[in-house]
T-cell receptor, first 114, second 109 residues
Framework: KAGVTQTPRYLIKTRGQQVTLSCSPI?????VSWYQQTPGQGLQFLFE???????NKGNFPGRFSGRQFSNSRSEMNVSTLELGDSALYLC?????????????FGPGTRLTVL | SQQGEEDPQALSIQEGENATMNCSYK?????LQWYRQNSGRGLVHLIL?????REKHSGRLRVTLDTSKKSSSLLITASRAADTASYFC?????????FGKGTRLSVIA
């Protein structure tokens, strides 16, 4: 069974631009969560989607948004990029909601904002 | 804010030695999970221990959980150079997974 895939793997953007990251979960998994990892703040939860509905949201500004499609694939969007948005963005999937199941992570998208 | 806090922040050992990492957390949990991350890549799930379990084994890994002390430990026995990575504990309660900042383990051949 294929693992979680994320595209693109690397991105370089400039301040003020917007970016869309994509995540394809493991086949059969309906929950997708997104995390931001930075050296200073560590791993921080962004949001979770289950069956196309946002179930939980972390403490991030409204510039960060996401969605999930009927095939469970998910995208996250960051608008008006700031230097501090430079991070590794990780996506994780699980069969049920994060409240019960192990989450399986993708390799991440490394975003650099110049 | 981070829930799990790993200790130590960094650990350096010789190949063949055992490595022990500790994790403390603040609120009640459903389960606690340990993950490994190699050099800025994705996280690999190692082991999950439920709140009603006290100890769990998986290969060279042994995890303990003490809910009264709100702490967990991960023991890697007979370490190998390939175990060099960052190790994170993550707690799962009424909120999604909350990670600590991790322990950086270096295994020297």
């Amino acid at each position: 069974k294929a693992g979680v895939t994320q595209t693109p793997r690397y991105l370089i953007k400039t301040r003020g631009q917007q970016v869309t990251l994509s995540c394809s979960p493991i086949s059969g998994h309906r929950s997708v969560s997104w995390y931001q990892q930075t050296p200073g703040q560590g791993l921080q939860f962004l949001f979770e989607y289950f069956s196309e509905t946002q179930r939980n949201k972390g403490n991030f500004p409204g510039r960060f948004s996401g969605r999930q499609f009927s095939n469970s694939r998910s995208e996250m969007n960051v608008s008006t990029l700031e230097l501090g948005d430079s991070a590794l963005y990780l996506c994780a999937s699980s069969f049920r909601t994060t409240g019960t199941d192990t989450q399986y992570f993708g390799p991440g998208t490394r975003l650099t904002v110049l | 804010s981070q829930q799990g806090e790993e200790d130590p922040q960094a650990l350096s050992i010789q190949e063949g030695e055992n490595a022990t990492m500790n994790c403390s957390y603040k609120t009640s949990i459903n389960n606690l999970q340990w993950y490994r991350q190699n050099s800025g890549r994705g996280l690999v799930h190692l082991i999950l221990i439920r709140s009603n379990e006290r100890e769990k084994h998986s290969g060279r890994l042994r995890v303990t959980l003490d809910t009264s002390k709100k702490s967990s430990s991960l023991l890697i026995t007979a370490s190998r150079a390939a175990d060099t990575a960052s190790y994170f504990c993550a707690t799962l309660g009424n909120t999604p997974l909350v990670f600590g900042k991790g322990t950086r383990l270096s295994v020297i051949a």
